[in-house]
């Protein structure tokens, strides 16, 4: 029997309802498969820690997670905690010291789910969106001069390295070798960022006569942010800067219907570090409480888990499990158009594990 340690922050709102969906799914399918049990360790940080104790998460925070083989978070935000605090307090500390550069988002039109491009078939998308997740616009470089004054000045510098680009795009580049299409699509924006995006296009390029296998393309960011939505049936594998893929795959979230469905994993390749696995949505505290959000996000993101801790087979299960439950349709949340609980999806996914 091999045990992984999970470590399990709920954090606000929602988060802390679907997490709980996900972990008894989790718990319910290594009783039914066997060979494989989870050991959790719970913890409360988030924006209620830190309207308690003025942090997102202790001190010693890190150490604790760099124990654990993997890390699940539901989700973080309070109205009366500033977005900018609760990221920088918790998520991207953890991306940045755990050297989590992949963002990996799929997107996939679930079976009996419609999403807002009713002509397209379930099949027609069904893509991953690889974003560089540790540097770019997000590297917290930066600051304020001439505070509170008329002649105030914010300056937000976009830091990007031909490591850190030729990592991300490499991983990319093996994802799309190893799919049937074999196709890859990078973001960019070189014609307005003549540095940044210039260095990016150059790796990209550079890349490319190593993987003659892969068919290879790039589109500006807006353009390509039209052809999400004109096209998508032609994008197989996405590979995107740190902002651009934030607001890329946020969109591609929006095609699968509901941002109740997409998960996300924030991936160390090298497993020195713990992976991060989280639903895409945030913490919704219009609907906290209600029992009524969706925890597709959460039980989808447990399966990528699994996937990387070496089980895709358990992944496969779980995913099975999801669609059996949206294609029939009859057990939804209202996100969704049904009438269903959190609980009640949840139960009927857990349920959907036997066959």
């Known amino acids: 029997m091999r045990t992984y340690h999970i470590a399990v922050i709920p954090g606000d709102g929602i988060g802390i309802e679907t997490i709980d969906q996900a972990l008894a799914t989790c718990d319910t399918l290594c009783a039914l498969h066997g060979g494989v049990s989870l050991r959790y360790t719970r913890l409360p940080w988030g924006c209620s820690y830190y309207l308690e104790h003025g942090v997102m998460m202790p001190e010693d925070g890190l150490r ?20 900018h605090i ?36 379930d099949r027609e998308i069904d893509f991953v969106c690889i974003r560089e997740n540790t540097e770019g616009e ?15 000045v914010a300056v937000q510098t976009a830091v990007f390295t031909r490591r850190g680009i030729e990592r991300v795009m490499r991983y990319a580049f093996e994802l799309a070798a190893a799919r ?21 296009d150059e790796v ?24 999400f939505i004109t096209a998508p049936e032609q994008l197989d594998v996405v590979v995107a800067s740190n902002l651009f893929g934030d607001i890329l795959t946020d969109l ?29 949505h945030g913490s919704a505290p219009d609907i906290a409480g209600r029992g009524i959000a969706n925890p597709i996000a959460a039980i989808w993101a447990a399966a990528m888990m699994f996937e990387h801790l070496g089980h895709p087979d358990l992944a496969v299960h779980i995913m099975r499990a999801i669609e059996q439950v949206t294609s029939q349709g009859t057990v939804l949340t209202p996100d969704l158009g049904g009438r269903a609980s959190t609980a009640e999806v949840g139960n009927a996914i857990r349920g959907a594990l036997d066959s």
């Open 252 to 280: 591609g979230g929006a095609l699968q219907g509901s941002l109740g469905i997409p998960p996300s994993g924030n991936i160390d390749p090298s497993r020195r570090y713990p992976s991060l696995f989280e639903p895409v």
């Open 204 to 227: 990209f390029r550079e890349l490319a006569a190593e993987f003659p296998s892969v068919h290879c393309s790039q589109n500006h960011v807006d353009a390509l942010a039209a052809r």
């Open 138 to 152: 997000y590297s917290g470089v930066g600051g304020f001069s001439h505070r509170h004054t008329p002649d105030e």
């Open 86 to 121: 609760s990221l920088w307090g918790l998520l991207l500390p953890i991306r940045q010291s755990f050297d989590q550069y992949i963002n990996l988002r799929p997107v996939k039109l679930l079976k009996g789910i419609s999403g807002p491009l009713r002509e397209r078939a």
């Open 180 to 200: 049937p299409r074999k196709l890859l699509m990078s973001a960019t924006k070189s014609n307005a960022l003549q540095y940044s995006m210039v260095l990016w």
């Open 64 to 83: 604790i997670l760099a124990d654990c083989d993997a890390i699940l978070l539901g989700a973080v935000g309070y109205p009366t905690v500033p977005d």
